[in-house]
């Protein structure tokens, strides 16, 4: 079982829905939890990043964390097009230590 | 200069070559991170520094793998007698663990022939 599971896709949504990606993961040792957005030939880049359970939002995204079940969420508002891109979750024990990937989920918003 | 850059962008090697991959972090960063990402796939932790020193290596596939980081600033990641199932891109993140400023650079694509 990989320390971090997340459903590959690809998701298909018209503009303006809303879209919401998911992580579970198995170790309870995890206390950071962030998601990036990467697009096609590129390095990620880093959107959302939360410390231990609870929500946090930023525009149109807002991020999730459920440390009891042991699974994360992010949510995209009045989605665009240019959304469209693969968004992988992450996760790391201590400051200081590996920050371990999930596989990424390949999402594209059609006009 | 602003974000973390990699070269070269492109390496194409044949197989039992040496290939050696450079990091330029974000200065005063003194968390980088290696990564590996296979066509389509996630990404597969290789080592991380903390400064010079590298507390987890365990990400490295086997020893004809190595990195080094000198100064706390530049990486080198060395690949040696490559294979082909060392075709990836290799990522490196830059990484203020204080505030969690983080910039992931934009890859070297190694191809092993």
């Known amino acids: 079982q990989k320390e971090v599971e997340q459903d590959p896709g690809p998701l298909s949504v018209p503009e303006g829905a809303i879209v919401s990606l998911n992580c579970t993961y198995s170790n309870s040792a995890f206390q950071y939890f962030m998601w990036y957005r990467q697009y096609s030939r590129k390095g990620p880049e880093l959107l959302m990043y939360t410390y231990s359970s609870g929500n946090k939002e930023d525009g149109r995204f807002t991020a999730q964390v459920d440390k009891s079940s042991k699974y994360i969420s992010l949510f995209i508002r009045d989605s665009q097009p240019s959304d469209s891109a693969t968004y992988l979750c992450?996760?790391?024990?201590?400051?200081?230590?590996?920050?371990?990937f999930g596989s990424g989920t390949r999402l594209s918003i059609r006009p | 200069g602003a974000g973390v850059s990699q070269s070269p962008s492109n390496k194409v090697t044949e197989k039992g070559k040496d290939v050696e991959l450079r990091c330029d972090p974000i200065?005063?960063?003194?968390?980088l991170y290696w990564y590996r990402q296979s066509l389509g796939q996630g990404l597969e932790f290789l080592i991380y520094?903390?400064?010079?020193?590298?507390?987890?290596k365990s990400g490295l596939p086997s020893d004809r793998f190595s990195a080094e980081r000198t100064g706390g600033s530049v990486s080198t990641l060395t690949i040696q007698r490559t294979q082909q199932e060392d075709s990836a891109v290799y990522l490196c993140a830059s990484i203020n663990l204080n505030t969690n400023e983080q910039f992931f650079g934009p890859g070297t694509r190694l191809t092993v022939l």
């Open positions: 520094f903390q400064g010079n020193s590298a507390p987890d």
């Open positions: 200065s005063g960063h003194t968390a």
């Open positions: 992450a996760m790391r024990g201590s400051s200081a230590s590996k920050i371990i």
